[in-house]
């Protein structure tokens, strides 16, 4: 029978274990029980199992420690999982499918690569963030971006660059670093504009061209004077209107501004 021939190789090996037997039989032993139709109940009754991993932890010989995991392994397979164990199994098979289908469905975005969105900035990302925290960020801002047109289209594209370089603005830190510690959700940043997600320069001078702009209008309202001395730079006539402000310290002279009524050119004289 097969279990009285596992239990005498068995015996064998526990000598040989124990120091007791050469450990040149090993090898054969362990060949002949590579040859044998071991069932679970066998390996159950007859505990070989624990016998041969115990060989394999104390030979010194590569080939018998060799086949000793070959058999151990092939043994294994025989034992039922536990239903945890199927369920881990499960969950990361699970999680290998959602990375192979979110890869199969960036590679189909020809805008968008995960790679443009690696948020380190300069230095060390903030504590509690992760490389692999970042990844995850990318692909919300770029689902959430997807979200608003369903394809790939040219608006697509240009929400995908507008977001990268503002991001990777080296003058624009706090837009990067608020994204990554969650003050900025992608979503909010997915649908911001330009002048929101600009750095503090550009925003500055973006207020003080609509000061000047809503200067230059509230000028325009005001009833000047009209001379025919001064003439217009740009369409040679000298049909024009002018306007004396303080815009400097009292003790200095008015500013004038000119407004030619011919072709609408404002300019300052000095």
């Known amino acids: 029978m097969v279990e009285e021939e596992v239990l005498s190789v068995r015996k064998q090996l526990e000598k ?24 679970l109940t066998i390996l159950t009754s007859t505990r070989i199992g624990m016998t041969v991993n115990s060989l394999r932890k104390s030979s010194t010989d590569e080939e018998v420690v060799t086949l000793a995991k070959s058999l151990i392994k092939s043994w294994k397979k025989l034992v039922p999982e536990s239903a945890e164990k199927k369920e881990e199994k499960a969950e990361k098979k699970e999680k ?29 990302l903030p504590e509690g963030c992760t490389q692999e925290g970042c ?48 003050i900025l959700s992608a979503d909010r940043l997915s649908k911001m504009t330009s002048e929101e997600m600009a750095n503090d320069d550009v925003k500055k001078q973006r207020e003080k061209f609509v000061k000047e702009g809503i200067d230059n209008a509230q000028l325009a309202k005001v009833e000047g004077t009209t001379t025919d001395m001064l ?36 300019w300052k004289f000095c």
Do not use: H, W
């Not at 290998?96 to 969105?117: D, L």
């Not at 979200?147 to 990777?168: C, E, H, P």
């Open 16 to 39: 040989i274990s124990s120091g007791e037997a050469d450990n040149a039989q090993a090898l054969d032993l362990l060949k002949s029980l590579g040859k044998l139709d071991i069932t």
């Open 96 to 124: 290998a499918e959602k990375k192979e289908n979110a890869s199969k469905s960036f590679s189909a975005r020809p805008g968008f690569s995960v790679e443009c969105y690696r948020m380190k900035g300069e230095g060390e």
């Open 135 to 182: 990844s995850d960020l990318a692909t919300s801002l770029e689902e959430a971006i997807f979200s608003q047109f369903k394809q790939t289209n040219q608006r697509y594209k240009n929400q995908i660059r507008s977001r990268v370089f503002n991001l990777k603005d080296k003058k624009n830190p706090s837009l990067r670093m608020n994204l990554l510690v969650g």
């Open 231 to 266: 003439k217009c730079g740009k369409c040679k006539k000298s049909n024009c209107t002018y306007n004396q402000i303080q815009t400097r310290s009292a003790d200095e002279p008015m500013t004038t501004f000119v407004l030619c009524n011919e072709c609408g050119n404002r």
